[in-house]
Nanobody, 115 residues
Framework: QVQLVESGGGLVQAGGSLRLSCAASGRIFDINYIGWYRQAPGKQRDLVALITSGGGTNYADSVKGRFTISRDNAKNTVYLQMNSLKPEDTAVYYC?????????WGQGTQVTVSS
């Protein structure tokens, strides 16, 4: 089992910044990648960014150049730095860990961007 705890969400004006954190605990080995997903009301949950065990990253086109995913292995924490936020970034953001045997979700953190 892997436990994930997200934090850092909140209300911000358009153009502002937030940094989300995802702290992992439990059986945190054999991880393929850790990702951030988001889900807006009435929409599907989509990948925002991911970082692989080798440190490679991938981003959704809508956030490229604005969001940065990073990790601190000593703290077992993955971050999502979000800059130049737009109202369309409003969603619940979820941390996700993909392991060989399956995936694990965090509880989500709300991000609201006002115009």
């Amino acid at each position: 089992q892997v436990q994930l705890v997200e934090s850092g969400g909140g209300l911000v004006q358009a153009g502002g910044s937030l940094r989300l954190s995802c702290a992992a605990s439990g059986r945190i080995f054999d991880i393929n990648y850790i990702g951030w997903y988001r889900q807006a009301p009435g929409k599907q949950r989509d990948l925002v960014a991911l970082i692989t065990s080798g440190g490679g990253t991938n981003y959704a086109d809508s956030v490229k150049g604005r969001f940065t995913i990073s990790r601190d292995n000593a703290k077992n924490t993955v971050y999502l730095q979000m800059n130049s936020l737009k109202p369309e970034d409003t969603a619940v953001y979820y941390c996700y860990v993909q392991k060989v045997e399956g995936g694990y979700w965090g509880q989500g953190t709300q991000v609201t961007v006002s115009s």
